[in-house]
């Protein structure tokens, strides 16, 4: 993506990254964690609010702080840093709503060319997957890195 990031702060083992969102509500603390799930080599991309209290990770807080290209751009910058090492990593992400997945389809439509240069991307239609297309709602995505 070609937008502006935040600057983030990664886990030693690269698979957490915070950073904070700036806007009129105010500092946001915001959390991306790639999860191992039951199938080896997979991994669920989580992204929330960090909780200040709990620590704990929120996906459906809705903090409307007219940032979102810059959040998505940086969480979009997480996931080259993720497979920079973990090279055949399979990632699996999907909204915590439809509204956010169709956020995210519409995200990677506006940067599709730029995101098939290192990465290939799928979409999860009503029964099964198939390569990403713009103008098509999914209901999931699944990206892997370009060898």
Known sequence: MLYERYDVNASADLTSFEFESKGPKGTIQKVVRYTEIN???????GFGDKDPYTGLISD?????NNDSKKV????????YVFTNNYLDATIFATGSTAARTRLYRIGISNNLAQIEK???IFGLGKDRWEPFRI???YIAFLVRRKS
């Open 39 to 45: 199938v080896k080599g997979y991994y669920n991309l």
């Open 60 to 64: 459906l807080t809705v903090t409307n």
């Open 72 to 79: 998505l751009a940086t969480v979009a910058a997480t996931l």
């Open 118 to 120: 290192n990465f290939l």
């Open 135 to 137: 103008n098509v709602n």
